[in-house]
């Protein structure tokens, strides 16, 4: 856990941790030169599995994770925010879903939740699931949550941790190459974090023109490792703006995108037949909602119902109301307005 002025948030996520049924772990803090008083409330828990850094100026959060990854000595290493919560099952449903799968799999993550600062839960991340269902996201986003991750460090170290240039898309970024080596990203299919969103977040604070720069050197390199199908620079351009600023595309530029979009998917050699045929409609589906709803806010209970919605074609009914149910009570028990 990286932290830098964590405020009111960090108690919150740390109480989190240390409810988990999972026990045998160390939380290690990189405090990033806080000057805000927060650790100190952390430090008279006197809790022998928290262990704390200080970074001796301030670093940034992808340098501070760089100095988790270098200080951590365990072979899984977890990813949790200071302002973010982990439901009690986290840590045992993520190592009893990690040790299932082989050893390519070099990160495991999970679903998440998004709550607002009143702790009222907004919706449900549609977290992707399976192998060709991740690879197809990541041809335009990052695929799983980063926070709620775990990651094998030796896999991680191996690709060189996280890159420094970024400051928004690195876990991204981190995820692209692990793939190009050869190594593979899985997702619990457990609700089993919740991402907080609020004006201080790092996630909310100007981060649009940034994020669409590195997301689109990012997906520039995911398409060429997955796709035969070579894209130009303009191509780039229209294919990350049609998922991040959909409204900028003229009708006939988001036409053109959608026969990209097939032209694409359809190069892709680990997909074939009617799964080609599945995605390719997907994409163009996900492209047309953006662009419809480029703008528009939905209701809280808009997104609650769509997401619910969307869990139920997924899982089934039965599998998401018994998935959706447990994660619910969790969340009340911690104060969370579902």
Same mark, same amino acid.
């Given at each position: ?15 989190? &941790? %240390? +409810?988990?049924?999972? #026990?045998?772990? $160390?939380?290690?803090? /990189?405090?990033?030169? !806080? ?85 009222? &839960? %907004? +919706?449900?991340?549609? #977290?992707?699931? $399976?192998?060709?269902? /991740?690879?197809?996201? !990541? ?200």
């Amino acid at each position: 856990m990286t932290v830098y002025n964590p405020g009111r948030y960090l108690r919150w996520a740390v109480d989190g &941790l %240390l +409810r988990q049924t999972f #026990t045998d772990f $160390t939380l290690l803090i /990189i405090d990033d030169a !806080s000057t805000d008083g927060a650790l100190q409330e952390i430090e008279k828990l006197k809790e022998p599995r928290i262990r704390i850094h200080r970074n001796t100026g301030n670093l940034g959060q992808t340098k501070s994770l760089n100095v988790g990854l270098r200080l951590a000595d365990t072979p899984w290493i977890a990813r949790m925010d200071a302002d973010d919560l982990a439901l009690p099952q986290w840590l045992a449903c993520q190592a009893a879903f990690g040790q299932k799968q082989d050893s390519s799999v070099a990160v495991v993550s999970t679903r998440a939740g998004v709550v607002d600062e009143h702790n009222r &839960l %907004l +919706r449900i991340l549609n #977290t992707p699931l $399976t192998d060709a269902h /991740i690879r197809l996201k !990541s041809l335009w986003a990052s695929p799983i949550n980063h926070v709620g991750s775990i990651m094998r460090r030796a896999a991680v170290m191996a690709v060189g941790g996280y890159n420094e240039e970024y400051k928004i898309a690195a876990d991204f970024d981190l995820w692209a190459r692990l793939l190009h080596k050869g190594h593979a990203l899985a997702v619990c299919p457990q609700i089993s974090v919740l991402v907080r969103i609020h004006e201080q977040s790092l996630s909310a604070v100007n981060r649009l023109g940034r994020e669409v720069a590195e997301v689109k050197d990012v997906v520039g390199r995911r398409i060429a490792d997955e796709s035969r199908r070579p894209m130009s620079a303009g191509e780039l351009d229209l294919w990350v703006n049609g998922h991040y600023q959909p409204q900028v595309l003229s009708t006939t530029e988001f036409a053109q995108l959608l026969r990209l979009t097939e032209e694409v998917v359809d190069a892709c050699p680990r997909l074939t037949g009617a799964v080609k045929a599945e995605h390719i409609q997907q994409l163009q589906r996900i492209l047309k909602g953006k662009r419809l709803m480029s703008g528009r806010q939905p209701s809280r209970s808009g997104r609650r119902a769509a997401t619910v919605n969307g869990l139920y074609r997924l899982w089934g009914r039965a599998s998401a109301k018994a998935v959706l149910r447990n994660s619910f009570n969790d969340m009340r028990l911690l104060g969370v307005k579902v």
